[in-house]
């Protein structure tokens, strides 16, 4: 039978398995899409647009958690939506073209703008390094709400990484997401890592700060071993409380997906997935 604390271990197992906040990608847009089968699988599709500067391009990025995938627990894929020449044709380095008119997405004809207004009207604050200019984050994330549907994993696109006969059950736009993310891995650095660790701070601190009462190699290894014990243990107490399973909206999601009934799906937290709540998603 297949229960809620299943359900979570494995989301457990998989506590980052999405990160909207990607330093390297400006967030656009996201959606949640949870799939379940009368025979006790069930996956969750999150699907997060950006743009991303060094690829130059706005990807579409589709992570799945599930127990649905031949002996893993996860399965991914990237696509491109925009055509890739009509996105190229109208890019000035990461800034639209003032002559840009459309991109092709997936066959359709999407109109850009260089109208301020539209974007104000969408709550979009042009950065405008220069006068009346459009960064691509900025033309996608309004053309996202034009146009919704175009920028959007396909039925077809999401069936390619999760069994067909999974149906969908619940589908968000928007959900609270926890933010937080803590290294857990156990203090690993060997004797002679820590003896050359004492070595340098010893030579800086003698050399550089011109102290003379360091102290000995093993009153510092020891202090060193001490302090590297309790930050691992407070991270490992961050990490228990930061959990999926830690949270109502996981919570709430397993409970959907174990009995089917979209009902337990009652949020009472703000949903934070909008672009807005990750200023610093493409900050480098």
Not at 65 to 71: A, M, P, V
């Amino acid at each position: 039978m297949l229960t809620e604390d299943a359900i979570l271990t494995i989301l457990d197992n998989h506590s980052s398995f999405i990160n909207l906040d990607q330093a390297y990608s400006y967030l656009i847009d996201c959606r949640l899409t949870v799939f379940h089968n009368d025979n006790e699988q069930w996956a969750i599709a999150v699907e997060r647009l950006g743009y991303n500067p060094r690829a130059d391009a706005i990807l579409l990025d589709i992570h799945c958690i599930g127990n649905c995938f031949n002996g893993r627990e996860t399965n991914t894929n990237t696509i491109m939506p925009i055509d890739w020449d009509s996105f190229n044709n109208s890019m000035d380095f990461e800034v639209l073209q003032s002559d840009a008119k459309y991109w092709i997405v997936r066959g359709t004809q999407v109109q850009l703008s260089h109208n301020k207004q539209d974007y104000i009207n969408a709550g979009i604050n042009l950065k405008e390094y220069e006068p009346n200019e459009v960064t691509v984050e900025e033309a996608c994330r309004l053309a996202v709400i034009q146009y919704p549907d175009s920028f959007r994993a396909t039925d077809e696109e999401l069936y390619q990484l999760i069994p067909k006969d999974l149906k969908k059950v619940l589908v968000l736009d928007e959900w609270f997401q926890q933010k937080e993310n803590y290294n857990v891995t156990p203090p690993s650095i060997n004797e002679e890592q820590l003896i050359s660790t004492y070595e340098v701070n010893k030579y800086f601190s003698k050399q550089v700060l011109d102290k003379e009462d360091f102290p000995d190699y093993e009153s510092f290894a020891a202090q060193y071993r001490q302090n590297e014990q309790i930050n691992y243990e407070d991270n490992l107490k961050k990490w228990k409380e930061n959990q999926l399973s830690s949270y109502e909206t996981w919570q709430q999601i397993a409970k959907v997906i174990a009995t089917g009934d979209t009902k337990f799906y009652k949020p009472t937290f703000e949903a934070n997935t909008h672009w807005k709540f990750y200023p610093e998603s493409g900050s480098l």
